[in-house]
């Protein structure tokens, strides 16, 4: 009886047990879906650098408007998050600098660019107006190349050949003239030396800038 008891006991123990695991459900830790983190200031601001920061020197108007693209398109994906103040912030600063160091170094597309950007990010930025305008008219200055010189020995008059270049009509001409005479918004005003360059005056600018004659 004894021995029968001893084997029945474990047997019991294993049956309770599988019955108690049968009627409990084990319960798996839920998954958390944790948002990610709102995009930082810095994060914002590299996205509007990125727009532009392969670009070369000399930039055309296909690179403005692409640049200009992207720089709306993160303003639509970042407007709307927590550091977008912050972020959009750091970056008008960023165009503003941009512009300051395009007029030191006569890049005026970068300036208009940089204006562009501005006004996309802040619709009632006014602060580079003045610049903008300059800008523009210096891009309007056509290019000049010397081509050749002629003095006429009876009178002393000299003539200066020159291929000038256009870019608001994006065409090329071939103008003489002598001291004084205009053309195209520009006065020869003076030869240099013995035929090295001319001394020429953008009017609508009222500036005054110099020509050399590379033979």
Same mark, same amino acid.
């Given at each position: 009886m004894t021995k029968r008891i001893r084997y029945f006991l474990p047997f019991a123990l294993m049956l309770l047990l599988g019955?108690?695991?049968?009627?409990? !459900?084990? =319960? @798996? &830790?839920?998954? !958390?879906? =944790? @948002? &990610?983190?709102?995009?930082?200031?810095?994060?914002?601001?590299?996205?509007f650098q990125q727009a532009y920061q392969d670009f070369p020197d000399e930039i055309g108007e296909e690179h403005i408007e692409e640049a200009l693209n992207s720089i709306r398109q993160a303003r639509s994906e970042y407007q709307a998050t927590e550091n977008w103040a912050e972020g959009r912030q750091r970056a008008i600063q960023e165009f503003e600098a941009m512009a300051r160091r395009a007029e030191e170094r006569e890049l005026w597309k970068w300036v208009i660019f940089a204006d562009e950007a501005l006004k996309t990010l802040e619709p009632n930025h006014s602060r580079f107006d003045r610049l903008r305008q300059r800008a523009e008219i210096q891009l309007r200055r056509p290019e000049v190349r010397i081509t050749g010189f002629y003095e006429d020995h009876e009178t002393s008059?000299?003539?200066?050949?020159?291929?000038?270049?256009?870019?608001?009509?994006?065409?090329?001409?071939?103008?003489?003239?002598?001291?004084g005479e205009e053309f195209h918004g520009l006065r020869l005003r003076d030869i240099i030396g013995r035929n090295r360059g001319v001394e020429l005056e953008y009017l609508e600018a009222n500036e005054i800038f110099e020509v050399m004659h590379r033979q």
């Open positions: 019955l108690g695991l049968a009627g409990c !459900e084990i =319960e @798996e &830790p839920e998954e !958390e879906n =944790e @948002e &990610p983190p709102p995009p930082t200031a810095g994060e914002i601001e590299r996205a008059q000299e003539t200066v050949f020159m291929d000038v270049y256009l870019p608001e009509e994006n065409r090329r001409e071939r103008v003489q003239a002598r001291p």
